[in-house]
């Protein structure tokens, strides 16, 4: 069933941003044991910091809708066009959301499909590279129905959620949250993105410098950083949960 078709919107379970459940995710849709996601306990702190491999391709993030974010976005939102871009000379593989609750699982395809070190690891053959292939030449609706209809990007965001801390909301529930996952991804072309598929497309936070990964002081100024000094002018409190994507520590 196509999603432009469909009158009943597919929902799925809300995922938690923790790595047991993002690296489980990864690994079961076909990401090499190469690569790991951890938790990010700060974004000031060197010893907390230095707990986290480099480079860092990716950073996924929960962050809730506050009364500053939504009038950011709708500012931003406003002055841009629906996003058009298809095929492989685009600088990101950007996904419009619309299965009800996938922004987890959206968020983690935005965070392997955008870094070249990342795609990489892809497994050929694996459901990531099946998907990433099919949807590089494909406009944004079109790209959407293919998550749409994929049962096994179904299957693996509904094992992924029987994992984590706490037991997962109702999807009635889970769809009212008010909370979205972003990815800040360090793409191919050098500039730091911006993922969201709910925004109207893909937004570029600049250049980063050749030894900047995701987590850098640069990196951190354009994108979190940013959203996080934003809400402060506005005496707000931006309370957030991050993971990094980064190499695997050998045990």
């Given amino acids: 069933m196509s999603a432009t078709t469909t009158t009943t919107k597919k929902m799925f379970t809300v995922l938690e941003n923790n790595p047991e459940v993002m690296n489980h995710l ?3 849709l076909g990401l090499s044991k190469d ?3 951890y938790d990010v306990y700060s974004l000031t702190d060197p010893d907390l910091l230095s707990l986290i491999p480099r480079p860092v391709y990716a950073l996924l993030v929960i962050i809730p809708m506050t009364p500053t974010w939504n009038l950011s976005r709708e500012a931003e939102d406003g002055t841009k066009d629906t996003y058009e871009g298809s095929g492989a000379d685009e600088p990101v593989v950007w996904f419009k959301q619309t299965i009800g ?3 987890g699982s959206i968020g983690l ?7 070249p070190e990342v795609v990489e690891k892809i497994t ?3 459901d990531l590279d099946v998907i990433l292939r099919e949807t590089i030449p494909l406009k944004m609706a079109e790209r959407a129905d293919v998550l749409y209809n994929s049962e096994a990007f179904e299957r693996a965001h509904e094992d992924a959620a ?3 801390d706490s037991i ?3 999807v009635e529930v889970g769809e009212h949250l008010g909370q979205h996952f972003v990815a800040f991804v360090k793409a191919r072309d050098g500039h730091l993105w911006e993922l969201e598929g709910s925004r109207k497309g893909p937004l570029d936070r600049g250049a980063l410098g050749g030894e900047d990964d995701a987590m850098s002081e640069a990196a951190l100024r354009a994108g979190l950083g940013r959203l996080i000094e934003e809400e ?3 005496g707000g409190d931006l309370r957030f949960s991050c993971i990094a994507l980064a190499p695997s520590q050998k045990e």
């Fill in 26 to 28: 990864a690994y079961k």
């Fill in 35 to 37: 690569l790991s996601f």
């Fill in 101 to 103: 609750n996938a922004c």
């Fill in 109 to 115: 395809l935005h965070c392997l499909f955008n870094n």
């Fill in 124 to 126: 050929p053959g694996s």
């Fill in 162 to 164: 029987k994992l984590g």
């Fill in 168 to 170: 997962p909301p109702s």
């Fill in 232 to 234: 402060g002018k506005k």
